[in-house]
């Protein structure tokens, strides 16, 4: 098992190299980047300067061509008039005066270290940035995750068992309205009901914490802790389980059909002894298969709508308004931090496999 993990953390390698590689070349064809975006708001675009250059096409990039007097036109349009000096100094500033492929390496050389830049326009090192929005990302990815698995598989397992019963028909009909409500949707509902839209005013409206958290005891401070993740996980939830407890649901009741159950029956073994002695481990293959992707997904791209709705400043908001922004270091800086958890997360997801049913050997089955 150790080569096995050898070879997968170095295949990690060129798979991350070809993922911001291929990242980094869609960005740099891109219109209306950093240098644009500044023009546009020295011309007086004003700060939503990205959208207004995009659309009036200003901040395509051009070739360099020579005007019919001999001097060199700027090669971003929506430049005219402005010093050359300027304009060559804004590149210095963003990095663009070198050319594409030393940018790149030296990105991949700052990444191969973990030294990340620092933002174009927040005045602060990507890594900070990271370790201040990561504490919401957590806890939302964290607590959604456990919740949806401790969840959905008891729930499945208990449908696959009672299957076509009124249990699994009531339930069914609980899974099908969490799967047809996209989460941020649900939000909205949980805001509405719950946080002072209409009705009740029980839950806070944003942030993680309340403003005098420093002055609460433990006890207090986690109470206070939960009361604010209480509404914006209870919509990630809904979100997340239903797909996970058909699936597992599926799983089980492909399994509980086959010969080797029947035999076990046969041989006297109890109702538990089978579903969980031998039927578990088989089923729950299909379902770890999932865990990365929906890990990955729960914990950055799942939140994204969340974090808006409930005010949270997290990961998912940091990376959605750096690319709107094009602040390039911290979209290449999360999206390498993405990545490479997405693949150890899969990784991670193999070794569980072994843990689940020992007849399984990647090493031999590479050999």
């Known amino acids: 098992m150790g080569a096995y993990i050898l070879r997968r953390l170095l295949l990690m390698v060129p798979t991350l190299f070809g993922i911001m590689t291929i990242n980094f070349l869609i960005i740099q064809a891109a219109p209306g980047g950093p240098v644009e975006r500044t023009i546009a708001v020295i011309q007086g675009f004003g700060t939503d300067a990205t ?37 060559a100094e ?26 990340f830049g620092e933002s174009f326009y927040r005045d602060q090192r990507v890594v900070d940035l990271v370790k201040e929005k990561m504490p919401v990302s957590i806890s939302l990815g964290l607590w959604t995750t456990l919740l949806v698995y401790f969840i959905s598989i008891p ?25 047809a409500i996209p989460s941020f949707l649900f939000a909205i509902l949980l805001i509405v009901v719950f946080a002072g839209g209409h009705y009740l005013d029980w839950f806070p409206l944003r942030g993680l914490t309340s403003s005098n958290w420093d002055e609460l005891s433990l006890l207090a401070k ?23 407890t058909l699936l597992t649901k599926n799983s089980f009741l492909d399994e509980i059909n086959k010969l080797y159950v029947t035999t076990a029956r046969a041989k006297g073994l109890s109702e538990n002894r089978v579903l969980y002695g031998h039927v578990f481990r088989n089923a729950m293959l299909i379902v770890i298969a999932g865990f990365p992707s929906a890990f990955v997904d729960i914990f950055f791209t799942g939140a994204l709508l969340t974090e808006i709705i409930f005010s949270l400043d997290g990961l998912g908001l940091l990376g959605y308004e750096a690319a709107i922004g094009r602040d390039y270091p911290v979209m290449f800086a ?15 997801g193999d070794l569980t496999y072994t843990l689940v049913d020992r007849r399984i050997d990647f090493e031999s089955r590479e050999s």
Request: glycine share 14%; hydrophobic share 45%.
């Open 51 to 87: 959208e207004r250059v995009s659309g009036s096409g200003m901040g395509e990039t051009l070739d360099t061509e020579a005007t019919p007097g001999g001097e060199i036109s700027s090669k971003y349009r929506g430049a005219q008039g402005l010093d050359p000096e300027l304009i």
């Open 90 to 115: 804004l590149e210095r500033m963003y990095g663009f005066d070198k050319p594409v492929h030393e940018r790149f390496l030296q990105m991949i050389g700052q990444y191969v270290r973990f030294d």
């Open 222 to 244: 986690i109470a206070d802790y939960f009361w604010h993740l209480a509404l914006p996980v209870a919509a990630m939830v809904i979100g997340g389980f239903a797909g996970l």
């Open 334 to 348: 999360t999206l390498y931090f993405f990545t490479l958890l997405g693949l150890l997360m899969q990784l991670v």
């Open 155 to 179: 729930l499945g397992i208990a449908k696959a068992v009672r299957d076509g019963s009124r249990f699994d028909v009531w339930t069914s009909g609980l899974v099908i309205v969490g799967y």
